[in-house]
């Protein structure tokens, strides 16, 4: 079985500070790793993923993420944010090679950029 | 090309009844995958449809059954509505069974009372 745990249920930030989201995984088998944002009365939207390759993954808003394989961790970076990044952020998992698209997420951060 | 639509996108209904949410799948997209959201959790995966079959299935009761039709949109049902059926219900879309790219639409809020 897999979990996600995410070690902050907020975060508070000044408007042009650095942040950062973090997200542990237990899993047994090896996963793919993601992180959705998820404005106010919205669904979820995809901000990155982790499948192989390099372990630094960047979003097109320049959020970043890095796999830690021996610490099991995919935190979320970003060097400095807007009002705009105010949203929860969710970071999921999904098994390798599973014939579902089944997305085991934490329990969420809600990231609360001040002015 | 249209993202994934939900319907309707609130809800109330009283404990007993049953209920039935819709989802319209992104354009090319064959698979839907159901979520359940409690306030202040992170969603839960209910499950998916794969051309008309339930191919995965969360931790649920029975009493949340669903269809998906030829067109790939597809239908939640919950029965025996409890307090705690309480949620977003949110759907994503994605173009094959195992596939890694989910789309999500906006969710519908269902209110229990």
């Known amino acids: 079985a897999q979990s996600v745990t995410q070690l902050d249920s907020q975060v508070p930030v000044f408007e042009e500070a650095p942040v950062e989201l973090r997200c542990n995984y237990s899993s047994s088998v090896s996963v793919y790793l993601f992180w959705y944002v998820q404005y106010p009365n919205q669904g979820l939207q995809l901000l990155l993923k982790?499948?192989?390759?390099?372990?630094l993954v960047k979003s097109i808003n320049g959020f970043e993420a890095e796999f830690n394989k021996s610490q099991t961790s995919f935190h979320l970076r970003k060097p400095s944010v807007h009002i705009s990044d105010t949203a929860e952020y969710f970071c999921?998992?999904?098994?390798?090679?599973?014939?579902?698209?089944?997305?085991?997420f934490g329990q969420g951060t809600t990231l609360q950029v001040k002015p | 090309e249209t993202g994934v639509t939900q319907s309707p996108t609130h809800l109330i209904k009283t404990r007993g009844q049953q209920v039935t949410l819709r989802c319209s799948s992104q354009?090319?997209?064959?698979?839907v995958s159901w979520y359940q959201q409690a306030l202040g959790q992170g969603p839960q995966f209910i499950f998916q449809y794969y051309r008309e079959e339930e191919n995965g299935r969360g931790n649920f009761p029975p009493r949340f059954s669903g269809l998906q039709f030829p067109n790939y949109s597809s239908e939640l049902n919950v029965n025996a509505l409890e307090l705690d059926d309480s949620a977003l219900y949110l759907c994503?879309?994605?173009?094959?069974?195992?596939?890694?790219?989910?789309?999500f639409g906006q969710g519908t809020r269902l209110t229990v009372v």
């Open positions: 982790y499948l192989s390759g390099s372990t």
């Open positions: 994503a879309s994605s173009p094959g069974q195992g596939n890694t790219e989910a789309f």
């Open positions: 999921a998992v999904k098994r390798w090679a599973s014939n579902t698209g089944k997305l085991i």
């Open positions: 354009s090319g997209h064959n698979t």
